[in-house]
């Protein structure tokens, strides 16, 4: 089993422009979760989903937004990246009451 | 609202030392406790974690933690720590009616020589 996998590992993008983080998981998992980590402020969640077709705001999620149309998928988009969004972006999925983690995915928005 | 403390935001040790990394945390309800560890440029992986039964709880690597409920703390112990720990540990904290777990800002150990 692959775990929790993230795409793209590593991304610079120009501010006003467009991506989508794809994180995927193989364990069955209901729940997924997307944080962003960054220096001396720990995670903070952004979005999850409790099952397919499901999605919720976190603490931060301006600027974001998630799709989960396959249960084994969840979609971060930045529809116009800033620099404040420069971070690195981890997935997380739940058999609850643990998380599993994605390797993270660093951004940085110049 | 749940939060999580961690009180130290660095900790050096020296090698074969005993470590204790602080946690605590609020919440008006029962709660599940996780102890998470990041080495660099890594995911974040599971350490401990409590759900019920003994406030004592062992985890990977030698490091336990012991659940304090009047206290709302959750410390994170290893005897004699080893060169490889060198990592951030984090410690979360699940409301058992909610679905997110909330994590705290970290702790960075640092182990010398």
């Known amino acids: 089993n692959a775990g929790v996998t993230q795409t793209p590992k590593f991304r610079v993008l120009k501010t006003g422009q467009s991506m989508t983080l794809l994180c995927a998981q193989d364990m069955n998992h209901e729940y997924m979760y997307w944080y962003r980590q960054d220096p001396g402020m720990g995670l903070r969640l952004i979005h999850y989903s409790v099952g397919e077709g499901t999605t919720a705001k976190g603490e931060v999620p301006d600027g974001y937004n998630v799709s989960r149309l396959k249960k084994q998928n969840f979609l971060l988009g930045l529809e116009s990246a800033a620099p404040s969004q420069t971070s690195v972006y981890f997935c997380?999925?739940?058999?609850?009451?643990?998380?599993?983690f994605g390797p993270g995915t660093r951004l940085t928005v110049t | 609202a749940q939060s999580v403390t961690q009180l130290d935001s660095q900790v050096p040790v020296f090698e074969e030392a005993p470590v204790e990394l602080r946690c605590n945390y609020s919440?008006?309800?029962?709660?599940?406790l996780f102890w998470y560890v990041q080495y660099p440029n890594q995911g974040l992986q599971l350490l401990l974690k409590?759900?019920?039964?003994?406030?004592l709880v062992k985890g990977i690597n030698g490091f336990e933690a012991e659940f304090n409920k009047s206290q709302t703390s959750f410390h994170l112990r290893k005897p004699s720590v080893h060169i490889s720990d060198t990592a951030e540990y984090f410690c979360a904290v699940r409301d058992l009616r909610d679905d997110k777990i909330i994590f705290g800002k970290g702790t960075r150990l640092h182990i010398l020589p």
């Open positions: 919440s008006s309800v029962s709660v599940y």
């Open positions: 997380a999925s739940s058999y609850p009451p643990e998380q599993y």
């Open positions: 409590y759900l019920s039964g003994s406030t």
